[in-house]
């Protein structure tokens, strides 16, 4: 089992910056990647970003280069998300995931999900 909870959502402003975190726990050992999804309203679970358990591959879906950066830091078990440039489109939920599987854009194909932070519309 693996447990993950995400923080750092919040009110910003268009332009602005935000940082999320995912606290996991658990047989984090065993899992192969960390990925943040994010969905809005009425849409399908997007996927954003993904981290190798070594951290040092990562991917990213088209609308986010440049201006989101995946990183872990492995001695506290979390994931990040730092996002820049905030734009109105980025509005969403987001879901931090863990799978045992090898890289894959497919909610799915994720074994472990946590409760989501909301990251609201850039006032």
């Known amino acids: 089992q693996v447990q993950l909870v995400e923080s750092g959502g919040g009110l910003v402003q268009a332009g602005d910056s935000l940082r999320l975190s995912c606290a996991a726990s658990?047989?984090?050992?065993?899992?192969?990647?960390m990925a943040w999804f994010r969905q809005a309203p009425g849409r399908e679970r997007e996927f954003v970003a993904a981290i190798s358990q070594s951290g040092g591959t990562t991917f990213y879906v088209d609308s986010v280069k440049g201006r989101f950066t995946i990183s872990s830091d492995n001695a506290k078990n979390t994931v990040y998300l730092q996002m820049n440039s905030l734009k109105p489109e980025d509005t969403a939920a987001y879901y931090c995931a863990t799978t045992f599987r090898g890289y894959s854009t497919r909610p799915a194909d994720y074994d472990y999900w946590g409760q989501g932070t909301q990251v609201p519309s850039p006032q």
């Open positions: 658990g047989h984090t050992f065993s899992t192969n990647y």
